[in-house]
């Protein structure tokens, strides 16, 4: 049983590592990151915080809200995500802009590419370890399963539109350029709205479930 707890606890820390490693990827690229992180570009455009702060805080902000409503959604990996996302992210990024000064397009869409595989491939770990879930997934799965108000699906496309747009205002609310929006909303957002859940269960079937099951 400890040996198991323990196999789900290091499929959840790879997890995370590789997804938010993957984010810093898709900021390199600059064509658009997931809805969530859409919302985060933003608000770090606005607030004069490092990124693993601003990530903490939100998230901690999240995790109250899922406490009060439905706090069976909060595990070890709820925890291992909201300390560790941010930092990785920002750190990724800043080691990546060292090596990838100026990148042209097709660097851009070459690391677009990795990143929307990367983390589909953290994804699977951390979803396997089945050790609780994202503040943010945490929102949609109480709107829909605690409150009752609509099916998973439609729910979860009506907070990531809320998160696309929201991050789209606070970025031009700090000065950003309008041309300059693709960056955070872009057609990483489309490609991470449409390929992230085949490839995350290609990678479950393949890969985390065996791996678990050993």
Known sequence: MK?????RIGMSFFGVIVCAASVGVFKIAALGVDPFQSFMAGLDKLIPLDFGLLYIIVNALLLIFALVFDRHYI??????NLFLLG?????TY???????VNPSIFVRLLCLAIGVVVICFGSAFYMTADLGVSTYDAV???ICNTWKKGM???????TDLVCVL???????LAGGKFLEIPTIVGIGTILTAF????????????VARPLLAK
């Open 75 to 80: 595990g070890i990996a709820t925890f291992i």
């Open 87 to 91: 930092y990785i992210t920002q750190f």
């Open 195 to 206: 390929f992230m859940g085949p490839l995350i269960e290609f990678f479950n079937v393949h």
């Open 94 to 100: 800043q080691f990546l802009q060292t090596i990838i």
């Open 152 to 158: 998973f699906q439609y729910v979860r496309i009506i």
């Open 166 to 172: 929201l991050g789209a205002a606070l970025f031009i």
């Open 140 to 142: 949609a799965l109480i």
């Open 3 to 7: 040996e198991g707890l323990a196999k």
